[in-house]
């Protein structure tokens, strides 16, 4: 099945310091590939995706480009912020949940990296 | 402001006791979803709903159980048969079938007393 791995945590930065996460995965077929950030108590919040190889995602100067000859995703910013202190996900989609009968798909998680940026 | 509520933000729950999470959307999306989140992990999905008047299981529905009979409705209980309750619970959804992106509500946290 679907899977993702991601750079363990916790990953401390200082402020104005460059951030990659790394983010590989394993899936059949043409994911979709997405980062989402959790704040501390709170949901999820989309940071960016990618939907085809070589794809950029970019927001808030976050990138991240789908390489499918590495089957990678990851999470860069050049100058990160305290205000960027979070939880980031990786995340892929296109494969069919269990005892499914439709056409939706699953988000497949990794576990998770813990970013906290001091000032 | 289009988006997703859930509530409440914090329960409770003593021993053989269904409770119940509540997830509202006003996105006019079709899809629906429950995932679980446990401390250091990823999130696991329990159930989602495609239409009204359907669900399909996840990889972790033993112990939970949902309903779909509004679009913008997608409420989980959490039965006795849960024996490992306490979790984070994420409600999502999409605007349909294929590869959409998934938005998230805010979260429950439920405790067991």
């Known amino acids: 099945g679907n899977s993702v791995t991601q750079m363990e945590g916790p990953v401390t930065l200082s402020e104005e310091a460059f951030l990659t996460i790394n983010c590989t995965y394993t899936a059949t077929g043409y994911p979709s590939l997405f980062w989402y950030v959790q704040y501390p108590g709170e949901g999820l919040q989309l940071l960016l995706k990618?939907?085809?190889?070589?794809d950029k995602g970019s927001n808030k100067g976050f990138e991240a480009t789908y390489r499918k000859e590495t089957t990678s995703f990851h999470l860069e910013k050049g100058s990160v912020q305290v205000s960027d202190s979070a939880v980031y996900f990786c995340?892929?989609?296109?494969?069919?949940?269990?005892?499914?009968?439709?056409?939706?798909?699953?988000?497949?998680f990794g576990k998770g990296t813990l970013l906290t940026v001091n000032p | 402001d289009g988006g997703i509520t859930q509530s409440p933000k914090y329960l409770f729950r003593k021993e053989g006791q269904n409770v119940t999470l509540s997830c509202e959307q006003n996105l006019n999306h079709d899809a629906m979803y429950w995932y679980r989140q446990d401390p250091g992990q990823g999130l696991r999905l329990i159930y989602y709903s495609q239409i009204v008047n359907d669900f399909q299981k996840g990889d972790i529905a033993e112990g939970y159980s949902v309903s779909r009979e509004k679009k913008e409705s997608f409420p989980l209980t959490v039965t006795s048969a849960q024996k490992n309750p306490t979790a984070f619970y994420l409600c999502?959804?999409?605007?349909?079938?294929?590869?959409?992106?998934?938005?998230f509500g805010p979260g429950t946290r439920l405790l067991v007393l």
């Open positions: 995340a892929l989609t296109g494969t069919r949940p269990q005892n499914s009968g439709g056409s939706n798909y699953k988000l497949t």
């Open positions: 990618a939907t085809k190889a070589d």
């Open positions: 999502a959804s999409s605007s349909g079938g294929g590869l959409e992106t998934q938005y």
